[in-house]
């Protein structure tokens, strides 16, 4: 019987094969001895969810390492469809020290939803700028209790966002401008329902954030359109139902 002799070294992997002595060892001792990118490279290449979900069973070593490769965290109160007639129906009780221990444990999140956590506080974000560096994509939807202090947190610690949802959050032009002068990468951002935002944090987002493509500003009436003035080129979608935007505004965009 064989078993495999798995060597880690940069740039390439030795793989090789040992001969066991006596084919009915228990050759459980061997796999618990392999590295941990070498059950990392396992655990990448297990196609069914139940089969990730049995690796991580297995002991704490694995489910750490499981918790290190996901990288999708939506809470149980999110929700996909914006319908906030449910929400007093939704458990959205998420406290600061539970969403400090899941990115404690989840470390290499690309994207989270926090939405319809309709009491989560600015306190809750604080851990962003520790664990939140890979983050691509934010929901904050109906997150009532993030202000621009929790923007702040945001800006600070996930450079790379892509796509950043606020509908229904209370920020103002002093969250949106701490985002412009970090998110530079950001292509995606609804602002819908932020009811405290004018032309001025608008414009920059518009003008710092080169690779923006579409915006969303709904129900924001207190915007007249003059925040678009110099914005990136790539911008092609705007949303802007039920806003009072100006013919002059939209002209000197």
Not at 21 to 49: E, K, T, V
Not at 165 to 178: I, K, P, Q
């Amino acid at each position: 019987m064989f078993i495999v002799n798995y060597r880690a070294s940069h740039p390439c992997w030795s793989v090789n094969l040992v001969e066991m002595d006596n084919p009915s060892d228990d050759f459980s001792g061997y796999i618990m001895q392999l590295p941990d990118d070498c059950l990392l490279f396992i655990f990448q290449h297990l196609d069914r969810g139940s089969d990730r979900e049995s690796f991580g069973l297995t002991c704490r070593r694995w489910l750490h390492i499981q918790n290190l490769n996901r990288r999708f965290l939506q809470f149980q109160c999110s929700f996909t469809m914006l319908n906030v007639s449910s929400l007093s129906q939704t458990n959205t009780r998420i406290s600061t020290l539970h969403l400090y221990r899941l990115l404690n444990r989840f470390q290499n999140l690309e994207s989270l939803s926090l939405s319809g956590c309709t009491e989560l506080p600015d306190s809750g974000l604080s851990l962003l700028p520790r664990h939140g560096s890979k983050l691509q994509s934010l929901h904050l939807d109906c997150c009532f209790g993030i202000t621009d202090s929790g923007l702040s947190c945001v800006a600070s610690g996930c450079s790379l966002l892509v796509i950043l949802s606020l509908y229904r959050c209370n920020v103002t032009d002093y969250g949106l401008e701490a985002l412009s002068n970090s998110c530079l990468a950001l292509e995606d951002l609804n602002l819908s329902y932020c009811s405290r935002i004018s032309d001025y944090g608008v414009r920059a987002i518009s003008q710092n954030c080169h690779r923006l493509r579409a915006i969303r500003i709904s129900y924001c009436r207190n915007l007249t359109g003059a925040g678009f003035q110099g914005c990136s080129q790539t911008l092609t979608h705007l949303e802007a139902n039920y806003c009072r935007l100006e013919p002059n505004g939209i002209r000197s965009s």
